[in-house]
C-alpha cells in the first residue's frame, strides 16, 4: 500500500476544519453525533483524507458507544498504535495509506462479533460508497 504524504497546509487545503482536527490532530467527535453513526447502508467506509477502502459495511455493527462499530478492517489498511494519552492506555487506529486518524479498537467487550473487537470510528474519518 503507497504512502501518502502531505505538508499540513496541504492537508488544511483538501479536508474541512473538523476533518483537519480529526484525521490530523487526532480529535473526537462528539458521541451521537457522527452521519454514520445508525448508518445501514451496503457499502464500503473510505478514509475521508485519502479515500482509501477502510471497512466493509458487513464487518459494522451497532455497539451503542456513540460512534460508528465494526468488527474488522480491510487487510492491511488500519495500522495500530499504543496510545498513552488522557492517562489510560488504548489501541488508536489510522488509516496505513495517510496516517489520518480513525479512532480507537478495543478487544473483549462481548458483543459477539467474530474478532470480539470493536473498531470505534470517528464519521469524520469517513466516506461511504454504495456497493454499485
Known amino acids: 500500500m503507497s504512502t501518502i504524504k502531505k505538508s499540513e497546509s496541504e492537508w488544511r487545503a483538501v479536508l474541512s476544519p473538523e476533518q483537519f482536527r480529526i484525521l490530523r ?6 458521541p451521537g453525533t457522527g452521519e454514520y453513526n445508525k448508518h445501514k447502508a451496503d457499502g464500503v467506509y473510505s478514509c475521508a483524507g485519502c479515500n482509501t477502502p477502510l471497512y466493509k459495511s458487513t464487518t459494522k455493527f451497532d455497539s451503542g458507544c456513540g460512534w460508528p462499530a465494526f468488527f474488522d478492517a480491510i487487510p492491511g489498511a488500519v495500522s495500530r498504535h499504543e496510545d498513552n494519552t488522557l492517562g489510560m492506555s488504548r489501541i488508536e487506529i489510522t488509516c496505513t495509506a495517510c496516517g489520518g486518524h480513525l479512532g480507537h479498537v478495543f478487544k473483549g467487550e462481548g458483543f459477539g462479533t467474530p474478532t470480539d473487537e ?15
Open 118 to 132: 470493536r473498531h470505534c470510528v470517528n464519521s469524520v474519518s469517513l466516506k461511504f460508497h454504495d456497493e454499485n
Open 25 to 30: 490532530q487526532k480529535g473526537t467527535e462528539r
